[in-house]
T-cell receptor, first 114, second 109 residues
Framework: DTAVSQTPKYLVTQMGNDKSIKCEQN?????MYWYKQDSKKFLKIMFSYNNKELIINETVPNRFSPKSPDKAHLNLHINSLELGDSAVYFC?????????????FGNGTRLTVT | RKEVEQDPGPFNVPEGATVAFNCTYSNSASQSFFWYRQDCRKEPKLLMS???SGNEDGRFTAQLNRASQYISLLIRDSKLSDSATYLCVVNTGRRALTFGSGTRLQVQP
């Protein structure tokens, strides 16, 4: 009964390619997030969606495009991958949009761009 | 000043020791505070929420000091399995939770 699941777990690709990461949650939460954890282990918010509506869009290159077909899914598409995109990408969900509730994380997608 | 700051460590302690971590935050209007634990190559997992009056969960005690804008985590009787990175997490008012860079704990036999 995985609560937040994301695929794939590992993604190795070459510079310039386009790739997608999928995320699904079965907790009935309204809000979903994408976080990026770089080589220094710092977790940074990228995007947040509440009931399919984009509510947070940090200063992320527009090569990154999130898509939420419904409130249980939040996918991340990345165009023209660059070496600096190598990181672990975590999907998360929470019951409320205001940031007052803890986050439930997926197990991460380790992206390596060569 | 960073929104959420932690000492990166590592804290190397023997089994059975008591260890404490502090975390400072910059936004005085922050309302929600959490400690997460992250094992190597795993996702962060909620350890405990931090309440205004302080709270305890087994060997773990969390405290909030609003006047000085810091939260703390105390671990008593450290176990080998407590070795991990501990992330301080604060609602900084941007409608998302902001994570500190983490404090690494290594408990040694």
């Amino acid at each position: 009964d995985t609560a937040v699941s994301q695929t794939p777990k590992y993604l190795v690709t070459q510079m310039g390619n386009d790739k997608s990461i999928k995320c699904e949650q079965n907790l009935g939460h309204d809000t979903m997030y994408w976080y990026k954890q770089d080589s220094k282990k710092f977790l940074k918010i990228m995007f947040s969606y509440n009931n399919k509506e984009l509510i947070i869009n940090e200063t992320v290159p527009n090569r990154f495009s999130p898509k939420s077909p419904d409130k249980a899914h939040l996918n991340l598409h990345i165009n023209s991958l660059e070496l600096g995109d190598s990181a672990v990408y975590f999907c998360a969900s929470s019951p409320h949009r205001e940031g007052g509730s803890p986050l439930h994380f997926g197990n991460g997608t380790r992206l390596t761009v060569t | 000043r960073k929104e959420v700051e932690q000492d990166p460590g590592p804290f190397n302690v023997p089994e059975g020791a008591t260890v404490a971590f502090n975390c400072t935050y910059s936004n005085s209007a922050s309302q929600s505070f959490f400690w997460y634990r992250q094992d190597c190559r795993k996702e962060p997992k909620l350890l405990m929420s931090v309440y205004s009056s302080g709270n305890e969960d087994g060997r773990f005690t969390a405290q909030l000091n609003r006047a000085s804008q810091y939260i703390s985590l105390l671990i008593r009787d450290s176990k080998l399995s407590d070795s991990a990175t501990y992330l301080c997490v604060v609602n900084t008012g941007r409608r998302a939770l902001t994570f500190g860079s983490g404090t690494r704990l290594q408990v040694q036999p």
